[in-house]
């Protein structure tokens, strides 16, 4: 049974930093791109960063570039996000995911099969 876990989520001020983790199950991140997406109730989940199969395509929304990093770390089987300077709008639940998108849907949702089930990020100003 494949499952991704997202942890390390939680409450920070306006400018503090969180790094969300996402351990995997059941499947092997190192053949898959792995991406963030988050969601606030009534929106649309909205693409954050994806780090392609490869390992050295990163793409991010331009809300976080320069304040986020995706990674991946193929020995643990888990995929990271590091937030620094994190600002109110940065509240929503995080998701991670894992898929092989084509090059046209990996800032896309419908670019990944499998997904977690969210860790809740709450910036304060």
């Known amino acids: 049974q494949v499952q991704l876990e997202e942890s390390g989520g939680g409450s920070v001020q306006a400018g503090g930093s969180l790094r969300l983790s996402c351990v995997a199950s059941?499947?092997?991140?190192?053949?898959?791109?792995v991406a963030w997406f988050r969601q606030i109730p009534g929106k649309e989940r909205e693409f954050v960063a994806a780090l392609r199969l490869s390992g050295s395509s990163t793409y991010y929304a331009e809300s976080v570039k320069g304040r986020f990093t995706i990674s991946k770390n193929n020995a643990k089987n888990t995929a990271d996000l590091q937030m620094n300077s994190l600002k109110s709008e940065d509240t929503a639940v995080y998701y991670c995911?894992?898929?092989?998108?084509?090059?046209?849907?990996?800032?896309?949702?419908?670019?990944?099969?499998?997904w977690g089930q969210g860790t809740q990020v709450t910036v304060s100003s």
């Open positions: 059941g499947l092997t991140l190192s053949a898959y791109s």
């Open positions: 995911a894992a898929g092989v998108p084509i090059l046209s849907t990996t800032r896309s949702w419908q670019g990944y099969r499998y």
